[in-house]
């Protein structure tokens, strides 16, 4: 132990494990983050179970970093001997009376289905007045894939007050499959708006998920460009087929209805991500993705910045310095998730976060 508490950094020179397990105890959660980075690095099987109930913790840079370790010690761990275990702890804490524990088990939950924690999560899309743990239960029901919540999430799509929370109801709605879904999420995208408006994206890929291919092509419409494109790019991935004209869809379709599949789950969220959002969302996204430091945060801004500004050829010096710094592949995926974005609009947006974060850090250094 140091003066201050666990040196987690020694607990793993000593490989450790069973110190460092002790460490995901801890109240700091800076050394429960430490602590699962260690574990991640030492590769023992035999931290899955003491890592898998970390999942629900309250802290959202531990629990990405939970994930991670996880993935990186064993791939196969949402079938390790302890989950049936570890599932019942994560699904008790969603009766939490604490908020960010209802929060965190239902995170957990997303990543590592329950089938026991179906209604416990039902009642918390309904009826819990936090907006972010409504909206995490309608992403782990949608993970979950059980029909008996489509009901719920077409209420939570329709009625709902927060954004967030309709939007990974069609999230989930579109996971699920159920095609009781797709009036509400063809009257969600029928309306004129830009290409990367964010319901848009989500319930378009909805559609497509549940194979709605006739309400797609219903949706090429010139009057509506963002629209139209779309639903052009999403026919074109669970079709595999390109018509210029919508008369061309509409008699293919004809022909191939009856005996159209709709393809297999195959992770399509994953494989063809969405990105939706504003640029500040887009960031706060990867930095959660990352379990970024602020100060990482605003230099991961920064170099977004130049390289929209200037070409994606970064300075040797600066590309140098993210690749140190573990920022280089958080970096390509933020570019990526721009794309959509109008260059100007996007420049001075970022340019606001980095101000942002830059203050957070001189606040964190007095």
């Not at 918390?124 to 029901?141: G, M, N, T, V, Y």
């Amino acid at each position: 132990m140091s003066l201050f508490g666990p040196n987690v950094k020694k607990l793993e020179q000593r490989r450790d494990a069973d110190g460092l397990v002790k460490c995901l105890e801890n109240k700091d959660p800076a050394v429960r983050k430490d602590a699962v980075e260690a574990l991640s690095r030492l590769k023992d099987k035999a931290t899955v179970g003491p890592l898998m109930a970390a999942l629900a913790d309250p802290g959202r840079d531990v629990r990405s970093s939970v994930l991670s370790a996880l993935e990186a010690i064993d791939s196969d761990w949402r079938k390790h001997r302890s989950a049936d275990l570890v599932a019942e702890e994560i699904v008790s804490e969603l009766k939490s009376v604490d908020p960010a524990h209802r929060f965190a088990a239902a995170t957990a939950l997303e990543e590592f289905p329950v089938q026991k924690a179906l209604p416990m999560l039902i009642d918390l899309l309904q009826h819990d007045s936090e907006e972010e743990i409504r909206s995490k239960s309608a992403r782990a029901l949608g993970e979950l894939g059980d029909k008996r919540a489509v009901e719920s999430l077409i209420n939570a799509l329709r009625n709902d007050k927060s954004a967030e929370a309709r939007l990974n109801s069609a999230v989930a709605l579109g996971k699920i499959r159920d095609r009781r879904a797709i009036p509400l999420l063809f009257n969600l995208v029928n309306r004129n708006v830009a290409p990367w408006d964010e319901a848009l994206m989500v319930g378009i890929r909805a559609l497509g998920e549940i194979g709605a291919v006739g309400e797609l092509i219903n949706l090429i419409n010139e009057d509506m460009p963002g629209v139209e494109r779309r639903a052009r790019e999403e026919l074109r991935r669970i079709t595999g087929k390109e018509f210029e004209e919508p008369a061309a869809w509409s008699d293919w379709w004809k022909k191939t209805e009856a005996s159209f599949q709709t393809p297999p789950k195959t992770g399509a969220w994953a494989q063809h991500p969405i990105v939706f959002g504003s640029p500040r969302k887009i960031c706060e996204r990867v930095f959660i993705d990352y379990g970024l430091s602020t100060l990482n945060a605003a230099r991961l801004v920064a170099a977004a910045i130049e390289s929209i500004s200037k070409g994606p050829q970064l300075e040797q010096s600066l590309e140098a310095g993210l690749a140190v710094a573990g920022l280089s592949e958080p970096l390509g995926v933020l570019i990526e998730r721009l794309a959509g974005w109008e260059r100007t609009s996007a420049i001075m947006e970022l340019g606001m976060v980095e101000k942002k974060l830059y203050r957070e850090v001189k606040g964190q250094s007095r």
